[in-house]
């Protein structure tokens, strides 16, 4: 990740790199004892893969380096328990943090430091170009990890109609970091969270779903139902707006954010959502 980030310009921006060793008790008495000696200054702290105590350090060297802002992205439903979270997040309060989840989940949040590196990096946005067959993907937004790069330059070539599929089979070749256990927060595992993105920034540029999940009006409840499609869909809860409700209380889904995970149709107690096939547009 580092290596993408710094190829892709992020190399002059970059003061200081460290690595914190992987056999750490799982408990850390005093987490100062691994602060790094070379702290210079600077704005933002991106702290990728610790797992445990250890991301108690994360504050403090924002604290020491004078930054105001920290990206904590989690890619593993046991790497900071809600707990543990808030004492990170309680810890420096005067310092915004965000914990996107998975990374390529991050979208600009109001804070000069996190939404410019947000530019380049995090939910993925592309173009695609070319008519019949896929010219060109310029990525306007890649994921961190160099994912999306990789998509973009794979499925060149690739016809137009089948770019979302292959999208789906590109992603599942590249070393995704996201975790494939179960995430309760989300309700899915985080590399599904992550794959959905990927193939949203494709559809989203071909205007687009060939597949999505989708309300039936007539069959929706609205305000007389408890919405339980919009409080179990892994993408509201991870902070995309894939159901919404309209005026009526109806839900509504984003075919092109829609991950086909199929958890919405199972909670739906009025049976009214089923998979439709496109093309469909939003
Ligand atoms: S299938 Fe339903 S629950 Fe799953 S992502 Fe789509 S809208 Fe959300
Ligand atoms: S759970 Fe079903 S009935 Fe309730 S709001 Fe969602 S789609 Fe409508």
Redesign the pocket.
Known sequence: MVNHLADQGLAQSMVALEEIPEDLPEFIDDVEEYLPSHLPESDLVLAVGLSGDINLLVPLIAKKTGAKSVIIPIHDPAQLPPGLLREVEESAPEIRMVFPRPFCTLLPVGDEFIDEFVQKFGKPEVEVQGDSYIKKITVKRGAPCGCTDYIAQELEGFPLEEAELEAGNKFHNYPCLASMKDDHISGDTLMHIAGYQAKEAIKRSLGYASKSAM?DPDD???DE?E????EHCPQVRSGIATIILDDDG??VIDPASCGLCEICIQ????G??EIMEGPLKW
């Open positions: 309300v929706c409840e609205g139902c919405h339980a499609c919009l109806k839900a909670e739906c107690p009025y009214a959502i």
